[in-house]
């Protein structure tokens, strides 16, 4: 046999690829990512705003100068993580970056489907505060639980979570379907439980619905439902509030008297990404410090990197104070994914019925 009989000429290898890249659900294009230095990347993330600021302060001003075609998978995290673990046994998934909560993370790395990262990779990490390096993901942003309201419509203003879920607001207040975990650890904590335990929680939702609550899908909703007054009150990321008054929504935060339960969002790498390395090309463009510095410009997120700049005005607007910050409380992480199931379970089929 000759040794063109059996060897595939580079062409007809990334053919071949290609055609096995098909077969395996693989996005078009994926076998690119081995046939040059950046290659394409496909990110799992949330749709919206930060979707859109994905693409405004990462891919297009640090990625896409170096040759790598970023594509965005956007969906909910629930069918993201689903997809990954319907994948797992695959040699190649379908996405090389997955954006997820902490919470998330865990989850995903309990269940074996995620990488260890490879912190010499990212050059960047060498400015990563401590709190944001997991073995298994980085974080990206992060904020605090807090109490929001229209001061038009709401007076005395709330101090706590306690006050947010008082059934007195009726179909003033609202709540936000997609952050089901961090609202009941907000109503577990309003009912004198804790982030361990949200059982407490749910007897002061189910008050509020029967009080009318309102439920949005989105946080987009949920600011629309806030600009239009339709809505009062509610709990969300600081973050997202000094987004909002951005925009010009009537709104205001408050700390709660419980605490501030904290939120990580972050990214993670698949164990079968077929672009490991554009990967964490795109894991360590996010911790740029020029990055950060627009998230939290645009988004009210606190940069995850020391060195990051951020004008005193914002940084009061969207950090918190020294005493606030000793009541920020971070989820137990291994609580949420041995009961998410159950949780998302009665969300939906008691809360929401």
Same mark, same amino acid.
């Not at 939290?296 to 005193?312: F, K, L, S």
């Given at each position: ?70 594509? =965005?998978?956007?969906? $909910?995290?629930? /069918?993201?993580? !689903?997809?990954? %673990?319907?994948?797992?046994?695959? #040699?190649? @998934? ?21 990488? =260890?990262?490879?912190? $010499?990779?990212? /050059?960047?990490? !060498?400015?990563? %505060?401590?709190?944001?390096?997991? #073995?298994? @993901? ?28 008082? /059934? ?186």
């Amino acid at each position: 046999m000759s040794k063109r009989d059996w060897s595939l000429s580079r062409r007809e290898a990334l053919k071949a690829f290609g055609l096995a890249a098909g077969a395996a659900g693989l996005p078009l294009g994926a076998e690119r990512a081995f046939a040059q230095g950046g290659g394409r990347v496909v990110v799992g993330t949330w749709g919206g705003d930060y979707a859109r600021l994905l693409a405004k302060n990462i891919e297009d001003p640090l990625l896409k100068p170096k040759g790598y075609e970023v594509v =965005q998978d956007q969906a $909910g995290d629930a /069918p993201r993580r !689903a997809k990954m %673990l319907a994948e797992r046994r695959l #040699p190649r @998934g379908t996405s090389d970056i997955q954006g997820l909560s902490a919470a998330n993370m865990y989850e995903m790395n309990e269940a074996g489907v995620i990488e =260890q990262i490879d912190y $010499g990779k990212l /050059p960047n990490a !060498a400015n990563l %505060l401590p709190q944001m390096k997991y #073995p298994y @993901g980085v974080g990206h942003i992060y904020s605090g639980k807090v109490a929001v309201y229209n001061p038009k419509l709401i007076n005395p203003a709330p101090t706590s979570f306690k006050d947010v879920f008082d /059934p007195k607001h009726g179909n003033k207040h609202g709540i936000i379907d997609i952050q089901y975990q961090y609202v009941m650890a907000a109503a577990a904590l309003a009912a004198g439980g804790k982030v361990s335990d949200f059982e407490p929680g749910k007897a002061l939702l189910l008050e509020a619905k029967k009080a009318g609550v309102r439920v949005y899908p989105t946080n987009e909703a949920f600011a629309q439902a806030l600009k239009n007054e339709e809505i009062g009150i509610g709990v969300m990321w600081k973050a997202r509030v000094v987004q909002w008054q951005n925009a010009g929504i009537s709104v205001e935060s408050v700390a709660p008297a419980e605490g501030l339960p904290m939120y990580v969002s972050g990214f993670a790498i698949p164990k079968n990404a077929p672009n490991k390395e554009g990967a964490y090309a795109y894991m360590n463009a996010m911790l740029d410090k020029g990055a950060q510095e627009n998230f939290a410009i645009d988004m009210g997120y606190n940069p995850t990197v020391t060195g990051a700049t951020v004008a005193p005005d914002l940084q009061k607007r969207i950090g918190f104070t020294a005493e606030e910050q000793k009541r920020l409380v971070d989820l137990d992480y291994g609580y949420i994914a041995k009961n998410d199931q159950a949780l998302k379970e009665w969300w939906d089929k008691v809360f929401k019925a």
